[in-house]
Protein backbone atom coordinates (compact mmCIF):
# COMPACT_ATOMS: atom_id res chain seq x y z
CA UNK A 1 0.00 0.00 0.00
CA UNK A 2 1.09 3.42 -1.31
CA UNK A 3 1.53 6.25 1.73
CA UNK A 4 1.20 9.85 0.33
CA UNK A 5 2.57 12.17 2.25
CA UNK A 6 2.53 15.91 1.90
CA UNK A 7 6.07 17.40 0.88
CA UNK A 8 7.06 20.61 -0.76
CA UNK A 9 8.35 20.97 -3.95
CA UNK A 10 11.48 22.93 -4.72
CA UNK A 11 11.68 25.19 -7.11
CA UNK A 12 14.39 23.88 -9.85
CA UNK A 13 14.80 26.73 -11.52
CA UNK A 14 15.76 28.71 -8.50
CA UNK A 15 18.18 25.32 -7.13
CA UNK A 16 20.11 25.72 -9.85
CA UNK A 17 20.67 29.71 -9.72
CA UNK A 18 22.16 29.65 -5.90
CA UNK A 19 24.29 27.53 -3.97
CA UNK A 20 24.44 26.42 -0.29
CA UNK A 21 27.92 26.66 1.03
CA UNK A 22 28.76 24.48 4.23
CA UNK A 23 27.67 26.59 6.70
CA UNK A 24 24.16 26.74 5.35
CA UNK A 25 25.09 30.75 3.31
CA UNK A 26 23.24 31.19 0.45
CA UNK A 27 25.16 32.08 -2.61
CA UNK A 28 24.53 33.63 -5.74
CA UNK A 29 26.45 34.83 -9.01
CA UNK A 30 26.63 38.62 -9.17
CA UNK A 31 24.34 40.61 -11.04
CA UNK A 32 25.02 42.41 -14.36
CA UNK A 33 27.31 39.88 -15.51
CA UNK A 34 27.21 39.65 -19.36
CA UNK A 35 29.21 40.25 -22.32
CA UNK A 36 28.79 44.17 -22.12
CA UNK A 37 31.93 44.78 -20.06
CA UNK A 38 34.34 46.70 -21.91
CA UNK A 39 33.02 50.18 -20.68
CA UNK A 40 33.61 48.87 -16.74
CA UNK A 41 36.26 49.44 -14.95
CA UNK A 42 38.66 46.39 -14.21
CA UNK A 43 38.02 46.68 -10.24
CA UNK A 44 34.30 45.76 -11.10
CA UNK A 45 34.82 43.52 -13.30
CA UNK A 46 37.23 41.66 -11.06
CA UNK A 47 34.41 41.93 -8.37
CA UNK A 48 32.11 39.72 -10.78
CA UNK A 49 34.34 36.75 -10.80
CA UNK A 50 33.47 36.52 -7.23
CA UNK A 51 30.37 34.28 -5.71
CA UNK A 52 28.50 36.76 -3.29
CA UNK A 53 26.36 36.07 -0.41
CA UNK A 54 22.44 37.04 -0.14
CA UNK A 55 21.67 39.47 2.62
CA UNK A 56 20.23 38.14 5.37
CA UNK A 57 17.39 39.48 4.82
CA UNK A 58 16.54 37.24 2.40
CA UNK A 59 17.93 34.13 3.47
CA UNK A 60 14.34 32.47 5.57
CA UNK A 61 12.88 33.37 1.55
CA UNK A 62 15.43 31.41 -0.21
CA UNK A 63 15.33 28.94 2.03
CA UNK A 64 11.76 28.46 1.68
CA UNK A 65 12.44 27.47 -1.92
CA UNK A 66 15.04 24.94 -1.12
CA UNK A 67 13.35 22.84 1.58
CA UNK A 68 15.43 19.38 1.03
CA UNK A 69 18.73 21.07 0.02
CA UNK A 70 21.48 20.05 2.24
Same mark, same amino acid.
Given at each position: *? #????? *? @? !??? +? %??? /???? @? %? !?? =? !?? #?? =??? !????? +?? /? #? %?? =? %???? /? =??? +???????? /???? +???????
Amino acid at each position: *M #LLLVN *M @L !KTT +K %SFQ /KRIK @L %S !KS =R !KA #LH =RPI !KQNHF +KA /K #L %SG =R %SNQD /K =RKV +KPFYKTDE /KAIK +KYLPYTK
